[in-house]
């Protein structure tokens, strides 16, 4: 799809100059196209996250702040982040690439918000250190996704407010 993105406004150009000032009229097909082609990809994009944040939420849902740690919850989590990052560094842009994962984190950080709510859990209690210890492990590995800049350390904040 980038591609398409791309080469659309080149041919676009390339006709403008051919074209007679009747005809150039049909460029707003080249426009109309380049419009649904950034539309399609902003779905496709949205869908990823969409489809993510589904494996956060039912993930977080079963998770309890106990011990051992990392959780299966938050081992699953990791791995699934990994694996999408694995298929989509190869075919996304870099900035696409931070989009997609920066609307995930934000996703990851609705849904332990809500999770910490509803197993009442709170900064200084009992089971400060086994949620320390979580994001510990998350953020290690989000900030060590090839390509994606301190992706987690916003998340690290979640837990002192």
Known sequence: IIIII???????????????????????QFDSVLSNYREHRSLILNKLVSMMEDVISRNLQKWEAKVPTPSKAFQSINSNLWKLHEALAPVLSADQLELVFNNIQLAFRTHFLQNLKRQNLSPGGPQHGIVSAELSFLVEHLNSLEGLSDLGEPLLDLWSR
């Open 6 to 28: 791309i080469i659309i406004p080149l041919l676009r150009a390339r006709f403008q100059k051919c074209l007679s000032h009747r005809q150039q009229v049909l460029l707003q």
